[in-house]
């Protein structure tokens, strides 16, 4: 039974109370009772920090948010409604041409609409992102930023190093937090400040809308009226249905109301095989305490994924997205410890997605477990050559690279077997198909 938490390649800590405790408070109290319980962490395999040496993690902003009062008390089903209106309005943007679901496209669980790395936005709609654009599916239990992870639950727990928070770098603590960087980025929708974009709101389609959810005076004060916008989006984002319908085949499966046919079978069992995908160490499959999987444990870590060339940003080769510490995010810089970690992302609908990694380099399922297992077996396939030597690593400078991970199924000298043949990662892949939700469009 793949439920049962003994076969678990790694010790699996349980999830931190503290965590969910301030995860739980990152939601109105209306929609707490929708979600399913948090999945665990997985062990992960980081550098520790000397904790002396770090300041603490900003704390969760939730509470003073979610304290703004508003003259009349909506209902969840009325700031879902008009969260959705608001994710598809392109009033949104400076452009009027971009909303939320020009990048976030439904059809695709959330994720990018087409095979762009980065997509493009700004005023003109010309301006190219710096990162792939990941999917919004499931991300209902990512926890607040915390730089040191440790587990209540287990004794003498390691610290885990950084854990959650949203984006590729955990920069946002909540999905409200998180809706203020796209409005106001200047290669997204690139308005002035999110009070623009109330004031434009005030005067377009939806503002009698707003009226009627947040009482008459809803736009007398902007600061109120910024709440009342990021509410509806975070709320929408939250909707069970649309966010984490939990319809794929893998949870009928769970669910013991569907089977897998054998080579997806072979595929979880290498998935989750600690010597050969390893997968599961960082992207948990099986179930926790009743919770289904979302495969990650909101970790993070350096794969040292190639350089990707397409992305304008790369043309100037001393810039280098080091996802925690910069420089996108600004707070951890000069911890070098941390450069080139990036989120885990969650593995749900992968299938659906156009393109892989932090800065979209690869398109298929193939070629991204083709990296995983043949990374340092046959380095010269993803890394150019500099002075005559491979240049394995080289997104990132070369006093960071001792950060990238060696765990399987990274690892093996050049020219050893990968830790997975082509058969094998077929079934893997035919595996990952199971974890598209019903209503996602397959590639
Ligand atoms: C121009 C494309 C674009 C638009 C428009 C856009 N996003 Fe995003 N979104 C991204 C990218 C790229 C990221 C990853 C950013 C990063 O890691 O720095 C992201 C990240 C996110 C995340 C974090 C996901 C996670 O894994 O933690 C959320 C939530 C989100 N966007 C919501 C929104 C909402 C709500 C809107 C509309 C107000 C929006 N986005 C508009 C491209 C876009
Ligand atoms: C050491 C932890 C770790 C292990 C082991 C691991 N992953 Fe990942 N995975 C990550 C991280 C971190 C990222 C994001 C890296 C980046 O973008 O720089 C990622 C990204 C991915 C992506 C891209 C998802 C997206 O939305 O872009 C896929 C697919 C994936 N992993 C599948 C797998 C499979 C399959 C295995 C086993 C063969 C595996 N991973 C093993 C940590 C891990």
């Known amino acids: ?38 999945p665990p962490p997985a062990s992960r395999r980081q550098p520790a920090v000397p904790s002396a040496t770090v300041p603490a993690a900003p704390s969760p902003t939730a509470r003073s948010f979610y ?14 409604a008009l969260g959705r209106a608001l994710f598809f309005s392109p009033q949104l943007s400076v ?27 700004g005023p003109g709609m010309d301006t190219p992102g710096l990162r792939a654009v990941p999917s919004l599916r499931y991300l209902q ?26 984006a590729w770098d955990g920069r946002a603590n909540t999905t409200h937090d998180q809706a203020r960087l796209p409005l106001t980025s200047s290669f997204e929708m690139a308005n002035p400040s999110v009070e623009a974009v109330v004031t434009r709101l005030e005067k377009g389609p939806l503002a009698a809308r707003f009226r009627a959810v947040f009482g008459d005076d809803v736009f007398a004060e902007r600061a109120r009226a910024v709440t009342a916008l990021l509410k509806c989006l975070e709320v929408f984002q939250q909707s069970p ?23 997806e079978q072979r595929g979880l069992a290498l998935f989750n095989a600690p010597k050969k995908g390893n997968c599961a160490s960082c992207h948990p499959s099986q179930r926790r305490k009743g919770a289904f999987p979302h495969f990650t444990d909101f ?28 420089p996108v995010r600004t707070d951890l810089t000069g911890h070098g410890e941390y450069c080139g970690f990036f989120r885990v992302p969650g593995l749900r609908n992968t299938a659906a997605r156009h393109v ?46 001792k950060n990238v991970n060696h765990e399987p199924p990274f690892g093996g000298r050049p020219g050893a077997p ?26």
């Open 241 to 263: 249905q649309n966010f984490y319908p939990y319809s794929s085949r893998y949870d009928a499966y769970l669910r013991g109301q569907g089977t897998l046919t054998p080579a």
């Open 95 to 121: 452009s009027g041409q971009m909303s939320c679901a020009t990048c976030h496209d439904p059809a695709f669980a959330y994720g990018p609409p087409d095979g762009r790395a980065t997509q493009l936005g």
């Open 299 to 326: 970790g993070f870590n350096a794969l040292g994924v190639p350089r990707n060339g397409a992305l304008p940003a790369n043309d100037d080769p001393a810039y280098f997205d080091l996802g925690l510490c910069g």
């Open 67 to 80: 304290a703004d009062h508003f003259s009349r008390q909506a209902t969840v089903p009325e700031l879902t």
């Open 1 to 38: 039974m793949v439920t049962d938490e003994r076969q678990r390649p790694l010790r699996r800590p349980r999830w931190r109370r503290a965590a969910l405790l301030a995860a739980g408070l990152a939601l109105p109290a209306s929609c707490r009772d929708h979600r399913p319980p948090s």
């Open 141 to 166: 239990n990512v926890p607040p930023f915390e730089q040191h992870h440790f587990d209540e639950a287990v004794e003498d727990s390691t610290d885990q190093g950084p854990t959650g928070g949203h």
């Open 356 to 401: 892989y990694f932090h800065n979209g380099l690869f398109h298929t399922l193939e070629q991204v477990m083709n990296f995983y297992v043949a990374r340092d077996t046959s380095p010269a396939k993803f890394y150019p050559k500099a002075h005559g030597r491979v240049d394995a690593f080289d997104d990132l400078p070369p006093q960071h690279r």
């Open 418 to 443: 990968p830790a997975l043949t082509q058969a094998e990662i077929r079934d893997v892949i035919a595996f990952l198909g199971t974890l598209t939700d019903a209503d996602v469009k397959r590639r």
